[in-house]
Every structure is written in structure tokens, then in C-alpha cells.
Nanobody
């Protein structure tokens, strides 16, 4: 019964900023890797950023230096601060979280997606 709810998407001008947040609901689980992916119209879903349970972050080259991923284990959230947004950042952004539960083991959950549009 784990659910991921994303928020923070919207329309911004080039050079603007947005902060996406993904909240994980449920109980009896441990969050392992938490990440963000995006998918533009007509393109495959691509990796954007990930942060491990140890707090180690990795980014795709196109967002390095502009985006920052963070997590709050107490609140069961992962966020993506996006600065200096460009039109090529326009996409639906999806949260992806690795969830571990005793006996059941590990699996990945996806959020419903939140739209980010960068346009003048």
C-alpha cells in the first residue's frame, strides 16, 4: 500500500526555478535509493538524479550543477531543486523510490508524474 505523491511542477520561464517533492506514504518500510526521472513527448524516460540511503547523489550530465536532489528520511520525502531551467528540461518528472520491507523484500515504486514546462 505504498504510494508516491509528487508536487511542485508547473510553468516557468527560462532561467527560473522549481522545487519538486515526492512524498512516500505507508508504513513498515525502509527507503533505499530515491531518484527522479523525466520523459519528454516522443522520447524515452531518462534518468535525472538519484540519492542513496547514505546520501550520495548522482546526476545526469545535462543537469549537473543546476539540479540538487535531497531527501528527508523523517518525512519520507525526496526533493529535486531545479535552477536555471531551460526549455529542454520540459518533461513529465517521475519520482522513483526503492522500498524494502521484511519478508517481502525490495521493489521499486513510481510516482504519477508532475509536469514541468519551461517556456517564455
Amino acid at each position: 500500500q505504498v504510494q508516491l505523491v509528487e508536487s511542485g511542477g508547473g510553468l516557468v520561464q527560462p532561467g527560473g526555478s522549481l522545487r519538486l517533492t515526492c512524498a512516500v506514504s505507508g508504513s513498515g518500510f525502509t527507503m533505499l535509493d530515491m531518484g527522479w526521472y523525466r520523459q519528454a513527448p516522443g522520447k524515452d524516460r531518462e534518468f535525472v538524479a538519484i540519492i542513496t540511503s547514505r546520501g550520495i547523489a548522482t546526476y545526469t550530465d545535462s543537469v549537473e550543477g543546476r539540479f540538487t536532489i535531497s531527501r528527508d528520511n523523517a518525512k519520507n520525502t525526496v526533493s529535486l531543486q531545479m535552477n536555471s531551467l531551460q526549455p529542454e528540461d520540459t518533461a513529465a518528472y517521475y519520482c522513483n523510490v526503492q522500498i524494502f520491507r521484511d519478508v517481502l523484500g525490495s521493489r521499486y515504486y513510481w510516482g504519477q508524474g508532475t509536469q514541468v514546462t519551461v517556456s517564455s
